[in-house]
């Protein structure tokens, strides 16, 4: 009973760097995100997929670039990693009901140095 | 568009005593899903309570239950008998019944701490 899982759950990049982070999901979800947490911030939405093959941007999608190839993984890509994008990052799925809740990783904590 | 606002950054509350936390919105639509989620220092995003716009009536998960007011746009969670493992932050979420995204709009979150 798996849920929502993130890998990694830690990470440090050098500048310039590129990297994937990759969320797995086993409980059939149409929906995926990613999000990002900053101090102060919330949770800021980066990209989302309505369903395998498909992605949309959310508030915060620069620098990162996102694919759905298969309905349970939803992978984010950083090409070029900057220091402003030192964060936590967010997982999450939900079934596609509107009245269902959101399901989350365990995080990953991303540094840039 | 929607918003969330939490306008309590930290709290605090004396064990076994109850708190409340507030979370008002900003909408124009009648039918949409209001979420208490608590982030406990794991990181791990969990479930605490949801609150459907259309039922009048509050809803309760033991020791948590809101107040709903539909016509204030506010949404406060209630925590009886704190108990030390509920701090944590809290955020409070919407979500719209129109379109496809599903998207959560979220609150900043309050920080709250449990003194012994």
């Known amino acids: 009973n798996a849920g929502v899982t993130q890998t990694p759950k830690f990470r440090v990049l050098k500048t310039g760097q590129s990297m994937t982070l990759l969320c797995a999901q086993d409980m059939n979800h149409e929906y995926m995100y990613w999000y990002r947490q900053d101090p102060g911030m919330g949770l800021r939405l980066i990209h989302y997929?309505?369903?395998?093959?498909?992605?949309a941007k959310g508030e915060v999608p620069d620098g990162y670039n996102v694919s759905r190839l298969k309905k349970q993984n939803f992978l984010l890509g950083l090409e070029s990693a900057a220091p402003s994008q030192t964060s936590v990052y967010f997982c999450a799925s939900s079934a596609a009901y509107w009245n269902t809740e959101a399901f989350f990783g365990q995080g990953t904590r991303l540094t840039v140095v | 568009a929607q918003t969330v606002t939490q306008s309590q950054p930290e709290m605090s509350v004396q064990e076994a005593e109850t708190v409340t936390l507030s979370c008002t919105y900003d909408?124009?639509?009648?039918?949409?899903?209001l979420f208490w989620y608590k982030q406990p220092p794991s990181r791990q995003m969990i479930l605490v309570i949801r609150q459907e716009a259309y039922k009048q009536q509050n809803a309760t998960e033991n020791r948590f239950s809101v107040n709903f007011q539909k016509a204030a746009k506010s949404f406060s969670l209630k925590i009886s008998d704190s108990q030390l493992g509920d701090a944590a932050m809290y955020f409070c979420?919407?979500?719209?019944?129109?379109?496809?995204?599903?998207?959560?709009?979220w609150g900043l979150g309050t920080s709250l701490a449990v003194n012994p």
């Open positions: 909408t124009s639509e009648s039918d949409y899903y």
């Open positions: 979420a919407y979500r719209s019944s129109a379109g496809n995204n599903r998207k959560l709009i």
């Open positions: 997929s309505v369903g395998e093959g498909t992605t």
